[in-house]
């Protein structure tokens, strides 16, 4: 699967933006996709992800994003989105969406898990 992530830029703090990764492939339903964010020096750090239950969507968010950010995929759209509200600057950084390998069913927090990544979107938040 490609991934083609999108919609980073610079922001004032409290502001809003939202991110969009398109992915290639069949089956999108079937990937955990999430997104990660890595800021200068820094690892890169598990942000969101989402999987399919059977049902519904399941999302699953890192503490330090909770009731700001909302990860979200249009199926038809082969997209997933990262809605990322009250910005803080320590949000600043490259934002990646990634996938796991087909047929894994649960949202890993580590990177390592991921097997396919988009190029990465920059945000900048400023004071």
């Known amino acids: 699967v490609q991934l083609q992530a999108s919609g980073g830029g610079l922001v004032q703090a409290g502001g809003s933006l939202r991110l969009s990764c398109a992915a290639s492939?069949?089956?999108?339903?079937?990937?955990?996709m999430g997104w990660f964010r890595q800021a200068p020096g820094e690892e890169r750090d598990f942000v969101a992800g989402?999987?399919?239950?059977?049902?519904?969507?399941?999302?699953y968010y890192a503490d330090s994003v909770k009731g700001r950010f909302t990860i979200s995929r249009d199926n038809a759209k082969n997209t997933v989105y990262l809605q990322m509200n009250s910005l803080k600057p320590e949000d600043t950084a490259v934002y990646y969406c990634?996938?796991?390998?087909?047929?894994?069913?649960?949202?890993?927090?580590?990177?390592?898990?991921?097997?396919?990544w988009g190029q990465g979107t920059l945000v900048t938040v400023s004071s």
């Open positions: 990634a996938a796991r390998p087909f047929r894994y069913t649960s949202v890993s927090y580590y990177a390592d898990d991921y097997a396919y």
């Open positions: 492939g069949r089956t999108f339903t079937s990937y955990v």
């Open positions: 989402v999987r399919w239950s059977g049902s519904a969507d399941s999302t």
